[in-house]
């Protein structure tokens, strides 16, 4: 989970990351935690990397507050979970109108932070999982959902959805990491969606749609595994 925590205070982010860090060992999540002591610092950093999914998001900042900070993110974000954090109460009002999941005092109280971060991962569910890729100034947003399987293709990758083949300029071991538990390596130039799977065979994976990918012999135990973890999983959680 890639938490991102906007603060000028060096005492209040520290204290932040400590809250985090007993949330994540009480939960057992893990996370990737990321510090920003101005907002146009974070926005500077977001417009590179767009997959933040919570952001703890002080108020009162240099020349663009909080509040500022998260109306100018709801422009193309519905999806990132805010969590104010402030010793002010006088912009309750306005962080309610950017959808922010909780408003909390400073100093801050572990109990109310550790609701807050639950009632955020709660809300993370009910969003679909997007992947964004930038290139050329442009951006384009794919439920990952849709995405049958990656290959290797030159010096890009090609994203194979349910609609269209996208070329993208980078690394399958980077989209690997960005796109998830959901995807599973069957060969160094194939990533799968498991959802997408029907059957894994000695040297090939089926899918869903009739698509075959090649699957590596050394590759072979742990897709078996991955596939059989990841629907464990999901009936667990039903």
Known sequence: MKVAICDDNKIDQD?????????????????????????????????????????????????????????ELRKENKELQIIFVTGFPDFIAEGYEVDAIHYLMKPLEQGKFLKAMEKA???????????????SGEAMRIATKN??????????????????????????SKLEKELGEQFVRVHRS???????????AKTEVILENGDTVPLSRRKYNEVNLAFIDYFKRRLETQ
Not at 19 to 37: I, N, P, S, V
Not at 45 to 69: F, H, P, R, S, T
Not at 154 to 165: G, I, K, M, P, R
Request: proline share 1%; charged share 25%; hydrophobic share 45%.
């Open 190 to 200: 194939y990533l799968v969606n498991i959802e997408w799977i029907k059957r894994i």
């Open 15 to 71: 204290y932040v990351i400590s809250l985090l860090r007993t949330w994540a060992q009480l939960t057992g999540r893990k996370l990737e935690l990321y510090t920003f002591t101005s907002a146009e610092q974070f926005l500077f950093q977001y417009a590179e990397e767009k997959d933040y999914q919570i952001l703890i998001l002080d108020i009162e900042m240099g020349k663009m507050n909080g509040v500022d900070l998260a109306k």
């Open 121 to 135: 991962v709660i809300h993370l569910k009910h969003v679909e999982p997007v992947i964004l890729l930038q290139e």
């Open 147 to 172: 995405i049958l399987y990656v290959e290797v293709f030159s010096h890009s990758c090609v994203l194979h959805t349910t609609e269209e083949h996208v070329e993208y300029k980078t690394s399958i």
